[in-house]
């Protein structure tokens, strides 16, 4: 039978309103699963990238691109499955899954649309119950060793820097053999999604250091297996094209900067420079980017953090022989095989204690959108279900399981 719930909902923008966002909490009936879809309860969530752009509707106002008047956005999070449509099969009541963000795929299963992002129809876990499709539900594994909070994050940055890393590895070693240089450099910078697909680099037996102006977020990279470096030591790297040709001042302090950094790359990597460099960022920090790889060097990036437009010379790229890899989400394949090697290897998110509550959603969203929360930002939705929800820096401590 439908039931009555809540959630907090974003609109398309009306004329004369803000640009930004704000959610609002509705109570609406939510009917019965149709016959794909199964119903779930979300459990917790964590609050992306791509939720701060639906809020800021940068680059597009979501809801004017489905043609829907209100959304409910949240696509990376667990919940318990609670009704099953009249065609599901393979799932029943009480497993605990994670969406996957594959809304609609194209001809090999990669993402063309995200769920609860771009995806007409698709709803969001910021809600306390949800309908969705069978196809975009991945099962956690039974008796995990993990927690539900560390689930929550794992379903969207871990997955997406699955496949970020297997292709940007993959390329590197279509140049250069594991025989001839077994412990790339690699370095990023962004954020969460960055150090998930660094910590895994590091697991892979590779070189690794991730920059960052936060002082506590460099805690949270070195408690991660990841070298930290402080990036406003080496000055304003950030690059602007039109101050740099106007502003004599700027363009002496930036030229240092970069001369700085560049310096710190080349004496941590003993002359090689960088073989892979993750940049989740874009368009400021670009030019450094590229000239902190070395020969045979692969720039790889799944997000836009600061800009979408970036300018390189092909020339000086061609002789490089630098690789540009671009990821978006990944396809069920490798979210399934994210999922098995988190799981058996320990391959998670290290989280803070602090978890928001539903009610503090819209706390929450100002927060992250002015970079005042931890690197992986935890809410609950309906609280007080299962879980041990405890002791997540340790690999063998056990979660919530399934039932029979």
Not at 94 to 114: F, N
Not at 146 to 167: D, G, I
Not at 168 to 179: C, Q, S, T
Not at 264 to 274: S, Y
Request: charged share 25%.
């Amino acid at each position: 039978m439908p039931v009555s719930t809540e959630a907090w909902f974003l609109y398309g923008r009306k004329a004369g309103e803000p640009r930004a966002a704000r959610l609002v909490r509705e109570t609406f009936t939510l009917p019965d699963p149709a016959d794909d879809e199964v119903q779930v309860e979300p459990l917790y969530g964590s609050f992306e990238g791509n939720m701060g752009h639906a809020l800021e509707r940068k680059p597009v106002d979501i809801c004017r691109l489905r043609g829907e008047a209100r959304v409910v956005i949240g696509n990376s999070g667990v919940f318990r499955i609670v009704a099953l449509g009249k065609t599901v099969r393979g799932l029943h009541e009480g497993q605990y899954g994670m969406v996957t963000g594959v809304a609609v795929p194209d001809a090999w299963g990669y993402p063309e649309k995200i769920y609860a992002y771009d995806g007409a129809g698709t709803m969001g876990l910021l809600t306390k119950r949800a309908n969705i499709k069978q196809a975009c539900v991945v099962l956690i594994p039974e008796q995990t060793r993990h927690t539900l909070r560390q689930w929550a994050v794992f379903s969207l940055r871990y997955v997406t820097a699955w496949s970020n890393w297997e292709a940007a590895h993959g390329m590197f070693r279509l140049l250069v053999g594991a025989d001839e240089l077994p412990s790339p450099h690699v370095w990023g910078w962004g954020g969460g999604t960055t150090l998930a697909e660094l910590s895994l680099a590091a697991r892979w037996g590779c070189r690794v250091v991730m920059l960052s102006g936060s002082v506590h977020h460099r805690e949270t990279i070195r408690r991660h297996g990841v070298e930290p470096l402080d990036r406003k030591q080496f000055g304003p790297l950030p690059f602007d094209d039109k101050r740099f040709s106007e502003d004599r001042e700027y363009r002496q302090q930036y030229s240092e900067a970069e001369q700085r950094f560049l310096e710190e790359v080349k004496r941590r990597t003993d002359g090689l420079m960088t073989q892979i460099f993750v940049d989740y960022i874009g368009g400021p920090l670009y030019r450094a980017t590229l000239k902190a790889l070395g020969r045979e060097g692969v720039l790889t990036s799944a997000g836009w953090m600061e800009g979408m437009v970036v300018n390189y010379l092909r020339a000086v790229e061609c002789i490089g022989r630098h690789q540009h890899v671009h990821t978006h989400y990944a396809r069920r394949q490798q979210c399934e095989a994210a999922v098995a090697y988190g799981e058996e290897h320990g391959w998670m998110p290290i989280l803070e204690d602090r978890t928001y509550t539903f009610d503090d959603i819209p706390q929450l969203a100002d927060e992250f959108l002015a970079g005042k929360t931890d690197v992986f930002p935890v809410y609950s939705i309906n609280e007080g279900n299962e879980g041990n929800e405890g002791n997540e820096g340790n690999e063998g401590n056990e979660g919530p399981g399934v039932p029979p």
